[in-house]
Nanobody, 118 residues
Framework: QVQLVESGGGLVQGGGSLRLSCAAS????????MGWYRQAPGKQRELVAI????????NYLDSVKGRFTISRDNAKNTVYLQMNNLKPEDTAVYYC???????????WGQGTQVTVSS
């Protein structure tokens, strides 16, 4: 069973920065992609950023483009989400996600809370 462990969440003032980390229990090269989702109270979970575990393909939620950057360190089996110029509307629980091609499976971390004060 794959474990994804997130860290780096917390409380920050608007305009501040946080970096989330997601450490996988096995090589991230075994996944086709990894990403970050978030879920705010009363809202559906949404994709924030996703990247391919090989190559350089990334994709972002429109509202975070230019502020958030997803990256990976294959040697550390870790994916990061650098979040700059945070806004109160970024407040949510952030979840790490990994997609395995064969056998097909999707894995989730336990989530980390990000709270941005105005």
């Amino acid at each position: 069973q794959v474990q994804l462990v997130e860290s780096g969440g917390g409380l920050v003032q608007g305009g501040g920065s946080l970096r989330l980390s997601c450490a996988a229990s096995r090589s991230i090269s075994s996944f086709t992609s990894m990403g970050w989702y978030r879920q705010a109270p009363g809202k559906q979970r949404e994709l924030v950023a996703i990247l391919a575990t090989t190559g350089f393909s990334t994709n972002y939620l429109d509202s975070v483009k230019g502020r958030f950057t997803i990256s990976r360190d294959n040697a550390k089996n870790t994916v990061y989400l650098q979040m700059n110029n945070l806004k109160p509307e970024d407040t949510a629980v952030y979840y790490c996600n990994a997609n395995q091609p064969l056998p097909r499976a999707t894995y989730w971390g336990q989530g980390t809370q990000v709270t941005v004060s105005s």
